[in-house]
DNA sequence: GAGTGGTCTAGACCACGCA
DNA sequence: GCGTGGTCTAGACCACTCT
């Protein structure tokens, strides 16, 4: 019938369907899901089939499990999410949770390479984000990020942008990010780098460029951060 | 009845008791494990509960399944196990197979560092390994390794180191690599970064600190990777 | 006590690899 | 044709949460 697979194995075609519901809103973040017996009778599936599904999209990160009261979809500020996607850490491993000032925000249209990042049209319109971002009150980061002005419809009309963005993504433009590749290097600070960061000239620093990507593997952000690294580092756990 | 837990599922004890086999050499890399069903049987457990803990157990690269022909060992030279712990790539994810050049081994006694990251006493005796990685033929990272001479007896012994050092510690020492810890930061090339990687003065490399972590969770190796990122970039997919 | 997820079982049938 | 892993089912009982 299908043509790629040749076959999808029914734990495969729930799995889809679930996704999909998840990402059209059908269950917002932080409600329940209907429970395994529900899904399964509705589905026309067994229950053991539709828990290894859910099990698996609990692994992922998209659900939530609490025995005794249910499934419910993940939220961005809960808990350990809060870190999946902020990996700068003091040596040893202690993460501190990063402050941001300075927040500004324009529209402009996408440069080419944020087009390529972000699968965009040459000159298609974008949100630039531009802030500094504080760890132990101290300037550490200096973060420039571009949105597609389509997915965030009047984004630049909000008051005062939250601390982390991704929650902002989800609450308020239905966008959850699932996943981001990251690439890091090392450069030198900038003119700009230095005074906003105080370092001297001729100071390393490391830049991390990343492409955060939809439930549905789509790209909705790029990012740029710009990391002192004398006092800090990107810290990872690779299993 | 115990304390900590307070409960251990069946198949929580069925995965320690494989974990402990597979550490222990009771089936080498690469061989093949007994099927489910005599798994099963022998343990006193169903179908179901081995198959569980099974595939747990692929899901962290410990064990490799194929249909059709059985359960085996997973081996560090393998496909995409080679890449688990090399993050180095072009721009845009390409990832290239470095060579090594240059590569020097002598034995001496621990740093306070190393012993910190390696939890040896002060003064056990390490091997330090010193090489040259090319990628495309041309110098790019300069790595120190560092060993403890317990675990990894005679280790200078051996004539050429191969490429992959992770294979040969699976091979010939029984220990495998199953996680590693990093931490990344940006610094200025040395005198010896100049040299051998061709840099000018003042050029920022990237850093790469690594603790890798045997099968039971020790720390079996410290190692730091000075890399040039003018070329290439360290990617991670955060999901 | 009712409803939820968590564990565990027993068994059926399918798909694959190999001799 | 046999042995392997892969899928799927139906049902039992336990542990947790809330009322």
């Not at 809060?82 to 949770?97: N, T």
């Not at 601390?163 to 990251?182: D, H, K, M, P």
Request: some cysteine.
């Amino acid at each position: 019938m299908n043509d790629t697979p040749g076959y999808r194995p029914l734990y495969r075609q729930v799995y889809d369907i679930l996704v999909r519901k998840i990402a059209e809103g059908a269950w917002k973040p932080g409600e329940m899901l209907p429970s395994e017996q529900t899904l399964a009778r509705e589905m026309g599936v067994s229950h053991g089939t539709v828990r290894k599904v859910l099990d698996a999209l609990t692994a992922e990160n998209l659900l939530l499990r609490r025995q005794g009261k249910g499934t419910f979809v993940a939220e961005h500020d809960q808990d350990r999410a809060l870190f999946r996607f902020f990996h700068i850490a003091r040596p040893g491993g202690e993460r501190l949770v990063p402050q941001s000032a300075k927040v500004k925000i324009r529209t402009r249209p996408c440069r080419a390479i944020e087009a390529g990042k972000l699968a965009l049209r040459n000159k298609d319109m974008v949100f630039e984000i531009t802030r500094l971002r504080l760890i132990g009150g101290k300037p550490a980061i200096r973060e420039t990020i571009i949105l597609p002005e389509r997915l965030f419809p009047r984004l630049d009309r909000i008051g005062d942008l939250p601390n982390t963005l991704y929650s902002l993504y989800q609450s308020q433009f239905g966008i959850t990010v699932a996943a981001a590749r990251e690439e890091l290097r090392a450069a030198l600070a900038t003119q700009d780098d230095q005074s906003s960061m105080g370092l001297k000239a001729g100071t390393p620093i490391l830049v991390i460029g990343r492409v955060a990507l939809s439930l549905t593997g789509q790209p909705v952000e790029w990012r740029e951060s710009r990391v002192r690294t004398d006092q800090l580092v990107y810290a990872v756990t690779l299993q």
